[in-house]
């Protein structure tokens, strides 16, 4: 959690399931005209550039976004509203992508308010130079601590996107306690989870966690891609989302064959889960 800096990864595939989801389900609900509450409890710096020192050490992103077709036209719906905040910060060539903190600048409204919680105080500097806005707020707090303090507002729906490092390898048990807590707190609150599939790691008892803490009449996504399901360290990643908006399956669902393609190389594999 300390050590941890996004630059190295950001752009990677991870990062391109997370962040279509997330900008997909922040257009979704933006259609509606009242007031959306977005807090990201992880938030990371907010714009990255694809040729600094960091991301070209480990050049991750040419096996996430760098495997898409560009320019980002003819993408599936999922990838829409991603795809135009890309093109908007690279009319030419792709050389900068967006942290989630830029993906809710990019659409925020008058009425809308932006929390941004990031522990690494550089970090969160960063933040505070890339998204001064008069709707954006950020925090030096414990993410997972906001997480379980949430709690309902009159007339105001919220979004949350929870996406820690899992570098304290406590994160496994403490995230689902605080996502206990939050559901009882705001039962209509949308709240999307990452985690990383690892080599060395079973998730299932991670993603178990998680649905017994979303409540039995929760409704639930859970999206899992592994674009290299053979290789060591992180194999992929998974999404778990609690009140997901009714169209997010179905243009998942439309999507991932795609992704799958373009980031799996052939051998990727993907599953797609709801309930009730």
Known sequence: MFGYRHAFHAG???D???HGVYAFVLNYLQQKPGALEIIDTHAGAGLYELDSAQAQQTQEW???IGTLPWP???WPQLLQPLAELLTHINPEQLLRYPGSPWVALHSLRPQDSLLLCEWQQAERRLLQEQCAHPGVRSVQQDGLELL????AKDRVRQLLLVDPSYE???DYQQLPQALAKAVKRSNTACIIIWYPVLSNRDCRPFVKALAQASGHNAKTLHLQHLPQPGAQG???SGLWVVNPPWVLAEAIDQAMPWLNQCMGAGIGKWSLETSP
Do not use: Y
């Not at 379980?148 to 709690?151: L, T």
């Open 12 to 14: 990677n595939h991870a």
């Open 234 to 236: 992180m194999q992929g």
């Open 16 to 18: 391109v399931i997370k």
């Open 72 to 74: 980002a036209e003819h």
């Open 148 to 151: 379980s303090a949430i709690h």
């Open 62 to 64: 040419r096996q996430g």
């Open 168 to 170: 304290l390898k406590t």
